[in-house]
């Protein structure tokens, strides 16, 4: 009985979704054309280039490359290979769910296990900085001044999940100080043969490479897309419908017992299901101080809404890579995201004068959508990973010293 009692729930809740679409046709379509225009003008051009040269990278060896050089730092301390520190570059730059589709490749390619793929994935989906300054900070807010409190808040908080997800799993590799002080001194060698490595194993040629990384990504991209124009449909039912009510009456009263405005709970409940339309709502509240509706955005990009979650889930179906330990770690993020909101408020915002636009037009000089993301987005991964190698430089040469001590 039970065996049946999650396929007669999603029986009904289908048929339930089938009737409403037929009593608001009209919503139903707008709805979907929303969601359309959203994957086509905004999703599409800054995500699609991003999987492709992703697949180029992994054929070619050079994330091979990038992770020899950055393992003696994820290892010990996010407990991920090398690897990992290139995903965590792209990512935070291109935004979700490109963590997740590397995650998936690192795996085929056995280059993490299931833990590892789950620490990786839980820590590497967060939104990416153009659309945290340019669509919530500067779009939806006009306060370009709060660009500054959301990215500390948000990609902080992602860290601070990577440092915790490192406990998660059973201990089964750990890199020593030895092995860490031997590899230092050929690292770059190893990087460039663990690229050579990685080429000859891939065995396709350019062409071949070319041709397979855009047809995978044309394919991933039509099921984010897909799940874009869903979600899109189902908020819009339920709204109709009048479910949305409900939930909101629900958060209120959470809210009111925690002392926060009501007022966030139609962002919060909107940011449950797509993380644009709560960021839109929160940006938008009238009557509510600064901060909480700052918190409620970051709160928001955290999470990433269930949309997001379905696009990770369908990309990480292929792996056993489990969807529980993501979901944990994208509230523990959100939690997070907004108590640091809180916490560094005031040392940060000096003064709300500073934050008003100078001039409203300077919103539509902004490079929001198109084609214009895509060299913004690729210096942005080109900082995150010179960054990252220069902190694992440091690191291991701050564990040589500490080994062997100061040298004449």
Known sequence: MKRLALPLMITFGLISICILMVIYPVSVWNSGVRGLSIWWEVLFPSLFPFFVISELLLGLGIVHFMGTLLHPFMRPVFRIPGTGGFVAAISYASGYPVGAKLTAKLWEQKQITREEGERLVAFTTTSDPIFLIGAVSVGFFQLPAVAGILAIAHYGAGLIVGLMMRFHGKKKHQDTETEVLHTEGNRLKNAFFAMHRAREEDGRSLGQLVQQAISSSLQLMIVVGGLVV???????????????TGMYTSLEQVLHFFGLPKELSQSLVGGLFEVTLGARYAGTLEGVPLMYKVAAAACILSWGGLSVHAQVVSILNSTPIRYLPFMLARAVHALLAAGIVFLCWNPIMKSQSSMQ??????????????????????????VFIVFLVLVTTTYVWIRRYIATGPRS
């Open 230 to 244: 869903f979600f899109s449909v189902i908020l819009e039912l339920f709204t109709q419908a009048g479910f949305m």
């Open 357 to 382: 636009l100078s001039d409203p037009s300077d919103l539509a000089s902004l490079p929001l959508t198109g084609l214009q993301l895509i060299p913004l987005q690729l210096a942005l991964a080109l």
